[in-house]
């Protein structure tokens, strides 16, 4: 079945505490996004990347990295979580940038406390 | 910049009765726009996929329209069940340079009631 898998689903940790969020996808696919969705602002996008070892900066990258080392891999880096990044992880990719569709994942709800 | 409006926020409905969500769009540069439902505390299950160059798709009960030049596309439900209840996200994937992302509307929440 295609699918983008995260782990965790859920997770909460203390501020400063590093974190990975892993994200992985079945389709081969060369794009691949995260984005964070609060209430009120909706889905933005984190990072993205275009293939491997190619990723560039979305709408809000503040405190957060990632990598791209395999293709079927995106992980989300949380170097020292604050406590405004709790929120609603999705991870998301498609086969190309143009006319293709979009799958997600199926969410990490994280809080820092 | 795209800016992707939803109206309503939320609506409410009876069984059975059929009912249109609205998803507008502020740069008609798009390759495509995509509809997705979102159940509570679950990921973004992908509906519909309509192309740029398309009017229309249909997948059972629903029916999405984009009309381009305008900015707008509709998401159609027939005879509405109570499992229909959640919130539905409209997403364009802009044309040009910022065709990395997709930019989203705020959703609407529907509630089917039995």
């Known amino acids: 079945e295609a699918q983008v898998t995260q782990n965790p689903r859920y997770l909460i940790t203390v501020t400063g505490k590093k974190l990975t969020v892993t994200c992985s996808q079945n389709?081969?696919?060369?794009?691949m996004s995260w984005y964070r969705q609060d209430p009120g602002l909706g889905l933005r996008q984190i990072y993205y990347?275009?293939?491997?070892?190619?990723?560039d900066k979305g709408d809000v990258p503040e405190g957060y990295k990632v990598s791209r080392k395999e293709k079927r891999n995106f992980p989300l880096i949380l170097e020292s979580p604050s406590p405004n990044q709790t929120s609603l992880y999705f991870c998301?990719?498609?086969?190309?940038?143009?006319?293709?569709?979009?799958?997600f994942g199926q969410g990490t709800r994280l809080t820092v406390v | 910049k795209q800016e992707v409006t939803q109206i309503p926020a939320a609506l409410s409905v009876p069984e059975g009765e059929n009912l249109v969500l609205n998803c507008s769009f502020t740069?008609?540069?798009?390759?495509?726009l995509q509809w997705f439902r979102q159940d509570p505390g679950k990921g973004l299950t992908s509906l519909l996929l309509?192309?740029?160059?398309?009017r229309e798709q249909t997948s059972g009960r629903l029916n999405a329209s984009l009309d381009k030049s305008s900015g707008r596309s509709t998401l159609y439900i027939a005879a509405s069940q109570p499992g229909d209840s959640a919130t539905y996200l409209c997403?364009?994937?802009?044309?040009?340079?910022?065709?990395?992302?997709?930019?989203f509307g705020k959703g609407t929440l529907l509630t089917v009631n039995p």
């Open positions: 309509i192309q740029s160059s398309q």
């Open positions: 990347s275009m293939n491997v070892e190619v990723t």
């Open positions: 998301a990719s498609s086969l190309s940038n143009k006319n293709t569709e979009a799958f």
């Open positions: 997403a364009v994937r802009p044309g040009g340079g910022s065709n990395y992302k997709l930019t």
């Open positions: 740069d008609s540069a798009i390759y495509n």
């Open positions: 389709m081969n696919h060369e794009y």
